[in-house]
């Protein structure tokens, strides 16, 4: 497996992010890592997520999505968040899948994304706005049902979903709660898309991120063979 950081052009300004490579020479399908709110963004957690989707046999690649703040930047991480936007999210997610798209190691055409916490909302989002991912692995993606400097929601969008979704959820987690989950299942029930959600007893938010407190190892070890499984389902590897 190899790993580094590279530069996609954005709107015509440089965005970083860091891509992880399977060793056999594939091609091999692509996997967007949509990053969560913590910390700078792609930290060690999401560059550890990459590695091990480029374990399973897949081209990894995560864009840091802060890209448009000022590097140097002490703010918090939720101040960066609001500044977010779906708009511009969208543009950075869409020219990720591009690159991995052009990329000699990648099948084109098999392209999925995965991503946690403000990520899981992310993938949620570029599920319904980008038809070309053939699989989506939301991890308890908060702020579904509101909007990024305008409508409409990830939510509002559920309906131009073209792609299976898979869901990991804590029945503790505040955002979303056990109620936003059941609502988001019924509306894609409602619609006729191809989930599944599986929500964990006893944990809450950020279960997946080792070496913090919320970190639940049963529940991150389940989640990920089931998300492996999904992928292998709907991308191959």
């Known amino acids: 497996m190899s790993s580094q950081w590279i530069t996609i052009q954005v709107d015509g300004q440089p965005m970083w992010a860091y891509m992880a490579l399977p060793d056999s020479p594939g091609p091999h399908p692509g996997v967007v890592v949509a990053q969560h709110g913590a910390g700078s963004g792609v930290d060690d957690f999401v560059q550890e997520m990459a590695k091990k ?29 609001q500044r977010l936007r779906d708009e511009n999210i969208i543009k950075d997610i869409n020219a990720a899948i591009e690159y991995l798209r052009r990329h000699p190691s990648v099948r084109g055409d098999r392209i999925g994304i995965t991503g946690f916490c403000m990520g899981g909302r ?10 070309l991912i053939k699989a989506a692995g939301v991890f308890y993606g908060g702020n579904i049902m509101a909007p990024w400097g305008g409508p409409p929601t990830p939510f509002d969008r559920s309906r131009n979903i073209s792609c299976p979704v ?37 944990t809450g938010h950020s279960f997946q991120w080792n070496g913090n ?15 492996m499984d999904w992928f292998q389902k709907y991308l191959g590897s």
């Open 213 to 227: 407190a919320a970190y639940r190892a049963n529940a991150a070890r389940d989640s990920w063979e089931k998300l």
């Open 53 to 81: 989707l480029s374990a399973s046999g897949y081209a990894a690649i995560a864009p840091h999505l802060f890209h448009r703040e000022d590097p140097g930047s002490s703010d918090p991480p939720l101040s960066r968040i």
């Open 166 to 202: 898979i869901g990991f959820f804590g029945e503790d987690d505040s955002n979303p709660t056990t109620d936003d989950v059941k609502k988001i299942d019924a509306e894609l029930t409602r619609l006729g898309k191809v989930h599944q959600f599986y929500s964990y007893p006893d």
């Open 122 to 131: 992310v993938t949620y989002l570029l599920a319904a706005a980008n038809p």
